[in-house]
């Protein structure tokens, strides 16, 4: 009788812990996380439909109108799963871009591209910490709009808010902001180019350097001609390894931030520096540029991790709330259209001086 009641005792010591592992964390991510790939799988047939827009953003707009319209979806029993979209597949989905973009495609493009490629970024990123502070914006919102604007439109802002963490709100402020410049630039660029009478080579360049999101660019580039799409492409994908000193600069500001305030009152650590998905990202360059892809496989990994960032995008766009962009105003477009006009006139001027024009 004592050996039953000791493993009765047992069995209900059991039965009264709590569960460990991975199994009661799933079932919190799983509901979100489903309602996030169905938005993303949706938001990338419309991209397909209309690629000058582009899955991503229609991830994010999705999104914002699925939570607007179904007040079930704004229910705190989502917000897990929409959190894991947001964060752990937004940075799997930058390790995977890493694997289109072979270090020797900066070499390809050629010495000619780099003063035009770092000049733009510095008007990009200097131009937003002065308009953005002209117009009273707070620094996550001019740093997300900025490295949109230089680098490479939601794959930029996807990386940087893996490490800053900023407020949802304030990257549906730049979302919101590249999207409008992006559409503004694919129906405007190309006419410009034949007016100025720019070759193939100069306004890929030009676009390359000027446009923010790579599907943008691209659409402007084949609408063109001459030769400007293939160009574009290897600038624009030249351009995103900015990503990379970006983000590890940003990491270090942040953890220093940190520390200033008493968060984090130990030593500085690596992973705080150099985040483990810009390891993977730069390794996975590394693979492809040693020829470990097989070149069958780009397409899909680019499919792959354009769907990532859509599915990224989506549980953030199901986090967001149209009313905390109204409280946004006219201030980040304001700040965005000016970027977006500095940057283009410094490319050609600086193609100009450089003789590329």
Same mark, same amino acid.
């Given at each position: 009788?004592?050996?039953?009641?000791?493993?009765?005792?047992?069995?209900?010591?059991?039965?009264?812990?709590?569960?460990?592992?991975?199994?009661? #964390?799933?079932?919190? /991510?799983?509901?979100?996380?489903?309602?996030?790939?169905?938005?993303?799988? %949706?938001?990338?047939?419309?991209? #397909?439909?209309?690629?000058?827009?582009?899955?991503?953003?229609?991830?994010?707009?999705?999104?914002?109108?699925?939570?607007?319209?179904?007040?079930?979806?704004?229910?705190?029993?989502?917000?897990?799963?929409?959190?894991?979209?947001?964060?752990?597949?937004?940075?799997?989905?930058?390790?995977?871009?890493?694997?289109?973009?072979?270090?020797?495609?900066?070499?390809?493009?050629?010495?000619?591209?780099?003063?035009?490629?770092?000049?733009?970024?510095?008007?990009?990123?200097?131009?937003?910490?002065?308009?953005?502070?002209? &117009?009273?914006?707070?620094?996550?919102?001019?740093?997300?709009?900025?490295?949109?604007?230089?680098?490479?439109?939601?794959?930029?802002?996807?990386?940087?808010?893996?490490?800053?963490?900023? $407020?949802? #709100?304030?990257?549906?402020?730049?979302?919101?902001?590249?999207?409008?410049?992006?559409?503004?630039?694919? &129906?405007?660029?190309?006419?410009?180019?034949?007016?100025?009478? +720019?070759?193939?080579?100069?306004?890929?360049?030009?676009?390359?350097?000027?446009?923010?999101?790579?599907?943008?660019?691209?659409?402007?580039?084949?609408?063109?001609?001459?030769?400007?799409?293939?160009?574009?492409?290897?600038?624009?994908?030249?351009?995103?390894?900015?990503?990379?000193?970006?983000?590890?600069?940003?990491?270090?500001? $942040?953890?220093?931030?940190? #520390?200033?305030?008493?968060?984090?009152?130990?030593?500085?650590?690596? $992973?705080?520096?150099?985040?483990?998905?810009?390891?993977?990202?730069?390794?996975?360059?590394?693979?492809?540029? %040693?020829? +470990?892809?097989?070149?069958?496989?780009?397409?899909?990994?680019?499919? &792959?991790?354009?769907?990532? /960032?859509?599915? %990224?995008?989506?549980? /953030?766009?199901?986090?967001?709330?149209?009313?905390?962009?109204?409280?946004?105003?006219?201030?980040?477009?304001?700040?965005?259209?000016?970027?977006?006009?500095?940057?283009?006139?410094?490319?050609?001027?600086?193609?100009? +001086?450089?003789?590329?024009?």
């Amino acid at each position: 009788m004592t050996t039953t009641a000791s493993n009765s005792s047992r069995a209900t010591t059991r039965e009264s812990r709590p569960e460990s592992g991975i199994g009661p #964390r799933a079932k919190a /991510i799983a509901p979100g996380l489903a309602v996030a790939f169905v938005i993303a799988v %949706a938001a990338t047939l419309l991209g #397909r439909q209309i690629p000058v827009i582009g899955g991503p953003v229609f991830g994010i707009l999705v999104g914002m109108l699925a939570a607007a319209s179904v007040p079930a979806l704004r229910h705190d029993r989502w917000a897990p799963g929409y959190g894991f979209a947001a964060k752990p597949i937004l940075q799997l989905s930058i390790v995977v871009l890493g694997t289109g973009l072979s270090l020797q495609q900066v070499v390809k493009v050629g010495g000619s591209s780099l003063p035009v490629m770092f000049g733009t970024l510095a008007v990009a990123l200097g131009g937003a910490w002065l308009i953005g502070r002209w &117009l009273g914006l707070d620094g996550d919102t001019r740093t997300l709009i900025g490295v949109g604007t230089g680098i490479c439109g939601a794959s930029a802002i996807a990386a940087v808010t893996a490490v800053t963490k900023p $407020k949802e #709100r304030d990257v549906a402020y730049a979302i919101g902001t590249i999207f409008t410049f992006n559409i503004a630039a694919v &129906l405007l660029f190309p006419p410009i180019g034949h007016l100025l009478g +720019l070759t193939g080579e100069s306004f890929g360049l030009w676009s390359g350097t000027a446009i923010n999101d790579t599907s943008s660019v691209v659409a402007a580039a084949f609408s063109f001609g001459s030769g400007a799409g293939s160009y574009a492409i290897v600038v624009k994908l030249t351009r995103s390894l900015m990503i990379i000193p970006i983000v590890m600069t940003l990491a270090v500001l $942040k953890a220093r931030r940190e #520390r200033v305030h008493g968060a984090d009152t130990g030593s500085l650590r690596w $992973k705080q520096v150099v985040p483990l998905f810009l390891i993977g990202f730069v390794l996975a360059a590394s693979v492809d540029t %040693a020829g +470990l892809i097989p070149s069958s496989w780009h397409p899909h990994l680019s499919d &792959l991790g354009t769907f990532l /960032i859509t599915f %990224a995008l989506a549980g /953030i766009g199901l986090s967001l709330r149209f009313g905390q962009m109204r409280k946004a105003g006219p201030r980040p477009l304001v700040m965005g259209g000016i970027l977006w006009i500095c940057v283009a006139l410094t490319s050609l001027g600086l193609q100009a +001086l450089t003789g590329t024009l």
